[in-house]
């Protein structure tokens, strides 16, 4: 080829450039030229792969390059010369002949030359004899006239491919470039055919890196050949992205280039110092294939889904990701990370706000990494495949949706692990960037988390998913291997480091413990943190910016969809239930991916075992935890019971993990300094009901899973639960009194009640756990008040709205008063509305009056009940509840629909019943019930009682028997106090308890000077941590012992006792 300075000299005729960047450029040329410098000897050897070939000098010098290449191709014939070939290039071209001519012979055995000449001709379609010309091989006729026909070589293949590049494109049908990249293509096959080593490999070799380095040369300089036009970055671009309609080229013209094509242009170009120029358009046309259009799109009009756009894109992306410098290149993007003044990215829908420039959203859109998390499966246009999923759709039906819908998105998200992999591999610089990118990504979606999140200030959600699914498989090496897991540091010094995580942890999260001590001071002045500690943290925080959060929208809308279903008066056509519904199963698309949850699962169970590891790092078991967001307990929690709700087949397999996580939930129950907040530890017995208790002891469960379930042994088996998940449980009864809403606490307390039975029933072992408690009198009697208050206020509502549901149930069924009555709409609603209450709070009463059988049939538990400031409360419920139960709205109420709201008359009555008999052999139970106004104003209660179990034949006759001697020991004690008022005729004021009116026998001060009795202001307490008087905070502590008060009590009782000695 002809090195002058054509090109410059034409730009600087037009003016465009002056002549010190003409000569600037040109040398610039020439050094990339200069790699095409001839050996003086052809390499022999393996080191031929990398001897440089000889420069292309190859030039018509009396026609214009047209006219050559008309003479070259295999329909026309030689014209005439088109140029002289110089005497040395000849000389060469030449040289091979005797070989030519010795290997044309068919009797003769071919030499290495031919093989490796015929090799070349099926590689570069390029030929100097005739007789080879055929279809899809080209004939040079020029060259061949000026040298003869002569075999290809590694001398001669340089300027041959060189006028097969110049070669006018319309008349050789394809781009220069796709010409070299077919070409190698056919070169590698050629090379993989090639048994040994040798002459022929060695020749095939070069060619491969002959290619190559031209391809660079056309990709940087771009006029090096006169019909080469300067498109050959876009072409490429084309080609690796699959999309030739984008490069002027029809689909058949062109193949992705492989991937030993782009691993060798991308080392020549690194070579050269031409690499950021080669790749950076490569991976803008890549980035800019990813993004969604700029223009927001009109109402109506659904998102873009997955295409074979986005997998091309990707695709080039991980095949350029192999060659490590690539990853450098791209890790050092202006638009890796979003700079400090982001322009604000357009909204997606046209009424949206315009998102905030350093936000979830303008990280999708502003960033090159962005580009590649977001592509989704839109909930919108997956739901389209449900549309009628409100009339019913088979299982199979659905199942095979999901496979589908989910088969792009799997691969997809494949294509993001790979590209996240490759910059991690790619060398210090690109691995810290990516972390960098991940942690702003975090920070930036902060707001993710909350119940109804701002979307023009955080990621989509498939975003988000997407990048914990990459992080979580970027986690498997730990999370698979124990010995890794072990790597991850037992501190919280990285989260505590805003230096480190860029903002991934805000500081103004809630703490798990507000009392544990802050690592942050620390943290700066430790060593680096570990890449697996890194990776597990932030995973932890994407997962709950994403997965986690999404989960508990997802049950919002789940709840929501029941209560319409619920409400709707024809389900199968009602097209609101239908939006809904599609929705659901659409966001299931996503949610639910299998490898999604199974890789969730796994971090539960390391996240897990690592809380257990910072356990025992405690310098003392009374220590706190290192300081640590609250969410990170909580998400494990969350995640796992969501799954054993909806998706319980996601569990499969996951035992050990959900081993891990009871050990830890069991740990943190039994030390509950540790969890500061009520409602998390509520949770906790929230989580061993739905995921550890099997089926056939939940009432509400549904179908047993098919799949072996060895986790739910773990209740009953453990030796951790064994020792200490009782007594657990029995304080978070009590404690759920004082903490928990009106709402929350009747279902948590019915979960720990269904636990407390099984548990109960399980052995001796947990049986002394029961025990070991109800000796710690202050915890027990506050779980005792708990369950009692629990019991009563209970079966009173239940009682209220069972009569109301019978009224309007016998009003329905009169048709004539139903049609009449004006106000049906707000009857059925409040008909409805009771019908859940009544059927919530049945599942708890049934569980609470049970739980007070069964644990007073104890000796030892029944110690505690006897207590002075419990045993008022405990004989108040039972006796309030037998009112209830005995009287006209008792055992005698007929609803419906008693069955379906779990209404069981007669067996509370048993159970009731049967607490009062294990009593019977205690006198202060007698003297309590005589003296508690439930007795004084329904004396008959009791005979009335006795009088229906006899009737209803539901306890056995020794139990009757006892029963019967605890109303004749009762209605004794009720007359000997009553004899013994009479006696005291009138008391001073100051000696009466002023709640209860009667003389106080154990009288103490209160802080505000009040005195009361001591039984009645614990009693108090237990409900209500204020003064009664004046609402001040109170404390046991406070109290004082009124001496004074019970020295004169004592004083008035032996002047009454001396006064009736003298009047005898």
């Given at each position: 080829r002809d090195l002058s300075k054509s090109g410059c000299r034409r730009e600087l005729e037009s003016g465009a450039m002056d002549e010190a960047a003409a000569d600037q450029r040109e040398k610039a040329r020439m050094k990339r030229l200069a790699r095409f410098a001839s050996p003086t000897s052809p390499p022999q050897g393996p080191g031929l792969a990398d001897a440089p070939p000889p420069p292309p000098q190859l030039r018509a010098t009396s026609s214009s390059s047209s006219d050559v290449f008309d003479d070259c191709s295999p329909q026309s014939t030689p014209r005439g010369a088109a140029g002289a070939?110089?005497?040395?290039?000849?000389?060469?071209?030449?040289?091979?002949?005797?070989?030519?001519?010795?290997?044309?012979?068919?009797?003769?055995?071919?030499?290495?030359?031919a093989v490796a000449s015929a090799a070349l001709v099926r590689v570069l379609q390029i030929t100097l004899k005739k007789r080879e010309e055929r279809a899809g091989v080209l004939y040079l006729s020029e060259i061949a006239s000026n040298v003869g026909e002569v075999e290809l070589s590694a001398l001669n293949?340089?300027?041959?491919?060189?006028?097969?590049?110049?070669?006018?494109?319309?008349?050789?049908?394809?781009?220069?470039?796709?010409?070299?990249?077919?070409?190698?293509?056919?070169?590698?096959?050629?090379?993989?055919?090639?048994?040994?080593?040798?002459?022929?490999?060695?020749?095939?070799?070069?060619?491969?890196?002959?290619?190559?380095?031209?391809?660079?040369?056309?990709?940087?300089?771009?006029?090096m050949f006169d019909n080469a036009v300067g498109d050959s970055d876009k072409v490429l671009s084309a080609a690796l992205l699959g999309s030739p309609a984008s490069s002027g080229l029809g689909a058949g013209m062109m193949q992705a280039p492989s991937q030993g094509f782009m691993s060798q242009v991308l080392a020549e170009a690194a070579e050269q110092e031409t690499l950021t120029e080669v790749v950076s358009p490569l991976l803008d046309a890549a980035v800019q294939a990813l993004k969604p259009p700029a223009q927001p799109l009109p109402l109506g009009q659904p998102p873009e889904d997955i295409g074979e756009r986005h997998f091309g894109a990707a695709r080039a992306l991980v095949a350029l990701f192999k060659e490590k410098p690539v990853t450098s290149a791209f890790s050092q993007r202006h638009d890796f990370f979003l700079p400090a003044e982001a322009a604000a990215p357009p909204p997606q829908l046209?009424?949206?706000?315009?998102?905030?420039?350093?936000?979830?959203?303008?990280?999708?859109?502003?960033?090159?990494?962005?580009?590649v998390v977001q592509q989704r499966v839109h909930a919108v246009v997956a739901g389209t495949n449900f549309a009628n999923i409100h009339r019913g759709m088979q299982v199979q039906e659905v199942e095979a949706q999901f496979r589908q819908l989910r088969m792009p998105l799997s691969n997809m998200q494949m294509s993001q692990v790979a590209i996240f992999n490759a910059l991690l591999r790619g060398g210090a610089s690109p691995r810290a960037a990516l972390l960098r990118w991940i942690c702003e990504a975090a920070a930036a979606n902060d707001a993710a988390g909350a119940t109804q999140p701002d979307r023009s200030k955080v990621s989509s959600d498939g975003f988000l998913l997407n990048l914990g699914f990459v992080l979580l498989e970027l986690s498997k090496p730990f999370l698979e291997e124990q010995t890794k897991a072990n790597l991850i540091r037992t501190d919280t010094k990285f989260v505590a480091a805003a230096e480190r995580h860029y903002g991934a942890f805000p500081d103004d999260l809630q703490p798990l413990s507000p009392s544990a001590a802050d690592p942050a001071a620390a943290a700066a002045a430790d060593g680096d943190v570990n890449f697996i500690t890194q990776c597990f943290f932030l995973t932890w925080r994407v997962l709950h910016l994403g997965l986690v959060s999404q989960l508990a929208r997802h049950e919002n809308l789940l709840r929501h969809i029941n209560r319409i279903h619920h409400q709707s008066a024809d389900p199968a056509n009602d097209l609101q239930l239908s939006r809904f519904m599609q929705q659901q199963f659409g966001t299931m698309v996503s949610l639910y991916q299998p490898a999604l949850l199974s890789g969730a699962m796994a971090f539960v169970g390391?996240?897990?075992?690592?809380?257990?590891?910072?356990?025992?790092?405690?310098?003392?078991?009374?220590?706190?935890?290192?300081?640590?967001?609250?969410?990170?307990?909580?998400d494990l929690v969350a995640l796992t019971m969501h799954l054993a709700i909806y998706e319980p087949h996601a569990l499969e397999g996951a035992s050990s993990h959900l081993t891990s996580l009871f050990e830890c939930v069991v740990a943190l129950l039994s030390e509950p300094q540790l969890v500061h907040s009520p409602h998390l530890r509520a949770k906790f017995a929230q989580l061993l009901y739905h995921v550890y208790l099997a089926a056939e002891h939940k009432p509400d469960a549904g179908r047993a899973m098919k799949f072996a379930q060895p986790h739910q042994?773990?209740?009953?088996?453990?030796?951790?639960?064994?020792?200490?998940?009782?007594?657990?449980?029995?304080?978070?009864?009590?404690?759920?009194?004082?903490?928990?809403?009106?709402?929350?606490?009747?279902?948590?307390?019915?979960?720990?009640?269904?636990?407390?039975?099984?548990?109960?029933?399980?052995?001796?072992?947990?049986?002394?756990?029961?025990?070991?408690?109800?000796?710690?009198?202050?915890?027990?009697?506050?779980?005792?008040?708990?369950?009692?208050?629990?019991?009563?206020?209970?079966?009173?509502?239940?009682?209220?709205?069972?009569?109301?549901?019978?009224?309007?149930?016998?009003l329905r069924q009169d048709a004539a008063k139903w049609a009449a009555e004006p106000n049906q709409d707000d009857l059925l609603a409040r008909h409805a509305e009771n019908e859940r209450s009544v059927k919530a709070n049945l599942s708890l009463g049934n569980e609470t009056i049970h739980m007070l059988a069964y644990l007073t049939s104890d000796s030892e538990i029944q110690k505690p009940?006897?207590?002075?400031?419990?045993?008022?409360?405990?004989?108040?419920?039972?006796?309030?509840?037998?009112?209830?139960?005995?009287?006209?709205?008792?055992?005698?109420?007929?609803?419906?629909?008693?069955?379906?709201?779990?209404?069981?008359?007669?067996?509370?009555l048993a159970e009731l019943c049967r607490t009062i008999i294990h009593f019977a052999p205690y006198e202060s139970f007698h003297a309590a019930i005589a003296a508690d106004g439930y007795y004084h104003t329904s004396p008959g209660l009791l005979p009335?009682?006795?009088?229906?179990?006899?009737?209803?034949?539901?306890?056995?006759?020794?139990?009757?028997?006892?029963?019967?001697?605890?109303?004749?020991?009762?209605?004794?004690?009720?007359?000997?106090?009553?004899?013994?008022?009479?006696?005291?005729?009138?008391?001073?004021?100051?000696?009466?308890?002023?709640?209860?009116?009667?003389?106080?026998?154990?009288?103490?001060?209160?802080?505000?000077?009040?005195?009361?009795?001591?039984?009645?202001?614990l009693q108090h307490l237990l409900n209500d941590e204020h003064n009664p008087f004046t609402r001040a905070p109170l404390k046991v502590e406070e109290l004082v012992d009124a001496d004074d008060i019970k020295a004169k009590i004592a004083h008035w009782r032996e002047s009454r006792m001396e006064v009736e000695t003298g009047l005898k």
């Open positions: 070939t110089p005497p040395h290039k000849k000389a060469a071209l030449s040289s091979v002949s005797a070989t030519d001519a010795a290997a044309s012979s068919p009797r003769q055995a071919k030499s290495p030359g293949i340089d300027e041959l491919v060189a006028a097969r590049l110049s070669m006018d494109q319309k008349k050789a049908g394809m781009h220069p470039l796709v010409y070299l990249m077919q070409a190698h293509r056919r070169c590698t096959d050629e090379i993989r055919n090639v048994r040994a080593p040798g002459e022929v490999r060695d020749t095939l070799v070069a060619a491969s890196k002959l290619l190559a380095r031209y391809a660079v040369s056309l990709l940087t300089v771009p006029d046209f009424f949206m706000p315009p998102p905030s420039p350093r936000s979830g959203p303008a990280v999708e859109a502003n960033t090159a990494l962005g580009a390391t996240a897990a075992r690592w809380i257990m590891r910072l356990l025992g790092t405690r310098a003392n078991p009374d220590s706190q935890l290192p300081r640590m967001p609250e969410h990170f307990v909580e042994n773990l209740l009953q088996m453990h030796p951790r639960a064994q020792v200490d998940l009782a007594q657990a449980l029995l304080k978070l009864y009590g404690a759920v009194e004082a903490h928990l809403d009106v709402y929350e606490k009747p279902d948590v307390r019915c979960r720990i009640a269904r636990l407390l039975k099984h548990l109960w029933g399980s052995g001796t072992e947990h049986r002394n756990t029961f025990q070991r408690i109800a000796a710690e009198q202050e915890s027990f009697v506050r779980f005792a008040n708990g369950l009692m208050n629990e019991t009563n206020s209970l079966v009173a509502n239940i009682m209220d709205k069972l009569t109301e549901i019978r009224n309007v149930q016998v009940f006897l207590l002075p400031e419990i045993l008022p409360r405990l004989t108040t419920t039972v006796l309030s509840v037998l009112t209830k139960l005995v009287g006209a709205k008792g055992v005698n109420i007929k609803v419906n629909n008693a069955e379906e709201l779990d209404f069981r008359p007669q067996e509370m009335k009682a006795l009088s229906t179990v006899k009737k209803l034949h539901i306890l056995t006759a020794a139990e009757v028997e006892e029963l019967e001697r605890v109303v004749t020991s009762s209605g004794a004690a009720a007359e000997a106090a009553a004899a013994a008022e009479a006696e005291d005729g009138d008391v001073p004021e100051d000696f009466l308890d002023p709640i209860l009116c009667t003389i106080m026998t154990d009288p103490v001060r209160l802080p505000s000077g009040h005195v009361m009795q001591r039984a009645t202001i």
